[in-house]
């Protein structure tokens, strides 16, 4: 009797085990009975309307040899590998469920959803009139623009944007390409003209604020004008590694509240790189948008001629500065002479980062920290006669 009895428990077993084999579950002696649930974390802005399904930025707590076996252990795949502005790396593949299980990984400090980034601009097609506002405290009309000598020689101006026409008559050579996110090699031409506008607002010879700064392109978003944080991270990462000497970056692009973002913006700052971003163009609080929360860059909003704030222009306490960004004409990727009249913050921030330029070609170990400064402090104050309560009313003046 006692054999038969053994004889049934061991078949109970083997079965038991063959069916949990089936189910995809490992046995581990007793633990079989009350095996405890994977720990779950959070994934950062799961909910954004602009998400990109399956793909994640995962941002380290601590050094990982192999981050490309981090990936895989949670059913994912590397994308690309983080190493200057963020410790973390990109992967796609991975369910909801996995992305919040990897979250819990003690070797992770947050995963952030992958979201898409667009340019802040839009189409217009009036006179110019910034660099002729921005050199004086009075309404611009006297129809010059008055600049250092220096005019941001010896400042390399990183654009984080669409690309760069570089071959373009308004850069005189100036302007060279330095990474592309989208297509993964070093050809950032611009299929936009965003970038190539900014860039001519920068350090055009002719429309430009500093016009002996020599520009590099970095291209994060497409010719469609959008993008990832994977890219955009991607893009600043390469130009933390590679920043040289005295340097600004533009950033005339935003989207929703984005910590990796965020990070990767603060530590090429702490690098020593002056970051303009900006505010965006939606007449709401840039404080709820990514790069223009950043507290270490500089963050603009738009004024038109008439010294106002301009209609589409964010606004609120993080805003640093103002700048001209209503029918602002400056270079195009049509031709190596086109040139295009558009508005938005887009067109704010590269006048801040070309004053920028400017005032590091004469203190060229200065800080970001000291380079906002002298921006914000030299700024012509309560000139916006419509500034939104809460709004630092600072004008941008160019100073040496």
Known sequence: MAKHQRTRRIKLTAAITAVAAAAGVTLLGTS?????????????????????????????????????????EYGGKLKRDYKSSINGFSASGLSETEAKRLAADPAVAKVVQNKKFSINATQENPPSWGLDRIDQTETAGDKAYNYPDAAGEGVTAYVIDTGVRVTHEDFEGRATSGFDAVDNDD????????????????????????KKANIVAVRVLDDNGSGTTEQVVAGIDWVAANAK???????????????????????????????????????????????????????????????????????????????????????????????????????????????????????????????????TEGATPDAITNATEGTANKLLKVVE
């Open 187 to 210: 050809d950032a031409d611009d299929g936009n003209g965003h970038g190539t506008h900014v860039a001519g607002t920068i350090a055009g010879a002719a429309h430009g604020v500093a």
């Open 245 to 375: 000497g005295p340097s600004v970056a533009n950033m005339s692009l935003g989207g929703g509240a984005d910590p990796a973002l965020d990070e990767a913006v603060q530590k090429a700052i702490a690098a020593g790189i002056t970051f303009g971003v900006a505010a965006g163009n939606e007449s709401s609080d840039a404080g709820q948008g990514s790069p223009s929360r950043v507290p270490e860059a500089i963050t603009v909003a738009s004024s038109t001629e008439a010294d106002e704030q301009s209609d589409f222009s964010n606004f609120g306490s993080v805003v640093d500065i103002y700048a001209p960004g209503s029918d602002i004409t400056s270079t195009w990727n049509d031709s190596d002479s086109g040139t295009n009249t558009i508005s938005g913050t887009s067109m704010a921030t590269p006048h801040v980062v070309g004053a920028a330029a400017v005032y590091l070609a004469g203190h060229q170990d200065a800080t970001p920290e000291a380079v906002a400064t002298a921006l």
């Open 32 to 72: 079989f009975a009350g095996a405890a649930p994977a720990p779950m974390g959070t994934v950062y802005g799961a909910d954004a309307a602009t998400a990109v399904s399956g793909s994640y930025i995962v941002m380290l707590d601590e050094k990982k040899a192999d981050k490309s076996e981090l990936a895989k």
